[in-house]
């Protein structure tokens, strides 16, 4: 059975049903996974006719067209504010918003629920100055990714993404929220609340995991202890291990096993937009 959806128009007021657009797809699951076939997919326009009751008809439809969808969309998007990007947005879409971090030395809030017995700055609750990687940042309606970049520069299609070192974010990328509150919003407007959520909240602990996600002596905890007790100005980039799709919380069984290479930009927006 094909899937549909259906638009409506405003007439005195209310809302009636005008259109619906019907998406149709072949059935590829008798085709091998190699025969290199893709499923074909087709829509089509079609008229909602009302009857005594109200009750609506789908009426022979048309090939949706280009002009079709600017029409809708012009409707659909007359609530919807222009805004101005900043540099370093990088997407803006309605249910996506990718933007990134330039490096930078900014206040961490540190408050450790079992730090190891050896730390020599961050053994107690402290704000002190460390530095951080560039960032990037990737919010949808359902939480917020965030990765580090390899070089403090506009990332490009092809640049391939890091585990990010900040505490409270899973191996897989995302934030684990807690207690921090949730953006309402996905706009523009928004984004110094997403930053706000990770650089202004406490950082408690690292998820399972996350010990593993760099390279070299020590741990996670231990990196941080280092560059704040010695005030550091750069983040040592150079121990953070590449980010691998399908990460698990095993992060150290992870890194051998898996077969994937690291993601690239390009291939985390196509993976999020495919969902």
């Known amino acids: 059975m094909p899937d549909y959806s259906t638009h409506f128009e405003a007439v ?74 900043p540099d370093n947005m990088l997407v803006a879409h309605s249910d996506l918003l990718v933007w990134w971090i330039p490096e930078q030395v900014r206040p961490a809030y540190f408050a450790l629920s079992s730090p190891p017995p050896d730390l020599r700055v961050l053994g107690e609750r402290t704000i002190v ?16 990714g965030i990765f580090a970049l390899p070089a403090n520069r ?4 092809d640049t391939r993404l890091l585990h990010s070192p900040i505490l409270n ?19 523009v407007d928004t984004v110094p609340q997403f930053e706000s959520a990770v650089f202004d909240s406490w950082s408690t602990h690292p998820n399972p995991g996350q010990e593993l996600t760099i390279k070299g002596k020590g741990g996670l905890i231990a990196l941080w ?20 799709a399908g990460t698990s ?27």
């Not at 996974?33 to 048309?62: C, N, Q, Y």
């Not at 100055?129 to 960032?135: F, L, S």
């Not at 974010?169 to 706009?187: D, E, K």
């Open 249 to 275: 919380a095993n992060g150290r069984q992870q890194q051998r096993t898996a077969t994937g290479e690291a993601m690239t930009l390009e291939r985390l927006i196509a993976g999020i937009t495919r969902r």
């Open 129 to 144: 100055p460390v530095p951080y990687p560039a960032h990037l940042f990737v919010a949808t309606r359902s939480g917020l």
């Open 154 to 157: 506009r990332p490009t299609a």
């Open 225 to 244: 202890d280092d560059l704040a007790a010695r005030r550091a100005r750069r983040f040592p980039v150079s121990r953070l291990k590449p980010y691998i």
């Open 12 to 85: 005195d007021g209310s809302l009636v049903l005008a259109n619906a657009i019907l998406l149709y797809r072949s059935d590829a699951r008798g085709m091998s996974r190699s025969s290199g076939h893709d499923s074909f997919a087709f829509a089509s326009m079609h008229a909602v006719k009302l009857d005594d009751e109200e009750r609506p008809t789908i009426e022979a439809g048309t090939p949706l067209t280009r002009a079709h969808l600017r029409q809708w969309s012009e409707a659909l998007g007359r609530t919807t504010t222009p805004q101005l990007l």
């Open 169 to 187: 974010v899973f191996v897989g990328g995302s934030l684990c929220w807690g207690s921090i509150a949730r953006p309402t919003n996905l706009t």
